[in-house]
């Protein structure tokens, strides 16, 4: 029972008053503890640390009774926190935070979820349901529909240094590629028709570099340029530096470059049109100026006559905490689809593992070399009734 394009698929009615378990209440899992209690859900915490209500998931004592589990725990342990939970719930509902598991682990994942047809997983993917990305999605097809996209650009750069000092987003497996690539491949999903994104996902790069710059040439597609650096280096500053006003953006965008232990992220999405004129997705712009810009974002129209003097001749702003949207949206996807359904962005996955490998060895596996035992048709689809083997 496939669903393309990772859409929320949903009842209508989001489901309330319900028992959560969250596993890891580390940053991330505390963001997710605190959204659902805030939006009227009963919360247990599962950890080894301190402050958790149980050590590990086999003490929560009816696991019957949970109606849903956020495994936010580190990627290394996904699948035996996973393992664990559907040891004593059968069939539970998971929502797993992003990346799903390493890729060492995928062919462990798929037969998990094939031995639990009852399961309902579904991996975090905050960007295919933020507002500002929708909007941004809309905007782009509207143009292009007379006016074709030639270029494709996706950058997600912030200076995460300090970070990996702390222990913080160490990625041993996907380097460079698990820290954003994830969400930027959401970002480009909205954009590109369902057959053309698949089509992407299948291309080998025409080149790959470590921190991570991809750029991919397919017939048919426009040309796709994905960018990340951990280490905050900025590529297309001339894209968005336009949007940010305050001193120490301006700065960062000015140097192209975000120096240690600050906070600024330059997040942007550019669609080039054939006419010159460009669809600009900008990440948090407020940045330095309001408390709350984390949950401010803007998109922006210029034609090639205004695209370097930064006027857009259209720009609107999008207000609101595409986190939580996306935590209260799959807490009622896990409780409107079927079954058996898995939503872990596979194809995805492979795709990270396969430009890890292309960084450390220099070649990029051909698509036969990165499926995995226990997935024999090769499914890539972003939604799949993997419990019933279809």
């Not at 496939?2 to 319900?18: K, M, N």
């Not at 402050?51 to 019957?64: I, L």
């Not at 922006?300 to 001749?313: K, L």
């Not at 939580?324 to 795709?351: C, D, K, N, P, Y």
Request: aromatic content about 8%; some cysteine.
């Amino acid at each position: 029972m496939p669903f393309e394009r990772g859409e929320p698929i949903v009842s209508g009615t989001p489901p309330a008053d319900l028992t959560i378990v969250v596993v890891g209440i580390g940053k991330i899992g505390a963001r997710h503890a605190a959204c659902f209690q805030q939006a009227g859900h009963r919360i247990g915490t599962v950890d080894h640390r301190s402050g958790a209500d149980w050590d590990r998931v086999s003490r929560v004592p009816d696991p019957t009774r949970v109606d849903a589990w956020v495994v936010a725990t580190p990627t290394a342990t996904h699948l035996s926190v996973v393992d664990e939970i559907l040891h004593c719930r059968p069939d539970a509902r998971i929502l797993l935070e992003k990346p799903a598991c390493y890729p060492t682990d995928l062919a462990g994942l798929m037969r998990t979820i094939r031995q639990h047809p009852r399961s309902r997983i579904v991996v975090n993917d905050v960007y295919a349901y933020s507002e500002a990305v929708r909007c941004f999605g809309d905007s782009v097809r509207e143009l292009s529909a007379s006016d074709p996209i030639r270029k494709i650009t996706v950058e997600f750069t912030k200076n995460r240094e300090l970070d990996v000092a702390n222990g913080r987003f160490v990625d041993t497996q996907y380097g460079e590629a698990g820290y954003e690539l994830f969400h930027m491949l959401s970002i480009l999903r909205s954009i590109l028709p369902a057959d053309d994104y698949r089509a992407y996902l299948r291309a080998a790069p025409v080149s790959v570099t470590s921190e991570m710059r991809v750029r991919t040439l397919v017939e048919g597609l426009p040309e796709i340029e994905l960018y990340t650096s951990s280490a905050g280096f900025i590529a297309y500053a001339d894209l968005a530096g336009f949007a940010f006003s305050e001193p120490v953006a301006k700065d960062c965008t000015t140097h192209a470059s975000i120096p240690y232990g600050t906070e600024f992220r330059y997040r942007v999405a550019d669609v080039e049109l054939d006419s010159g004129t460009h669809v600009t997705l900008v990440f948090e712009p407020r940045f330095g100026s309001s408390v709350d810009f984390k949950n401010m974002h803007s998109v922006h129209v210029r034609d090639a006559a205004h695209v370097r003097d930064g006027v857009s001749q259209h720009h609107f702003m999008i207000s609101g905490n595409h986190f939580e949207e996306a935590l209260l949206a799959q807490l009622e996807l896990l409780h409107s689809v079927e079954e058996g359904t898995a939503l872990i962005r596979l194809a995805e996955l492979r795709r990270m593992a396969a430009l890890s490998t292309a960084v450390s060895t220099g070649t990029f596996p051909q698509p036969s070399e990165t499926d995995q035992p226990g997935d024999p048709q090769g499914n890539d689809r972003m939604f799949a009734r993997l419990g019933s083997g279809t």
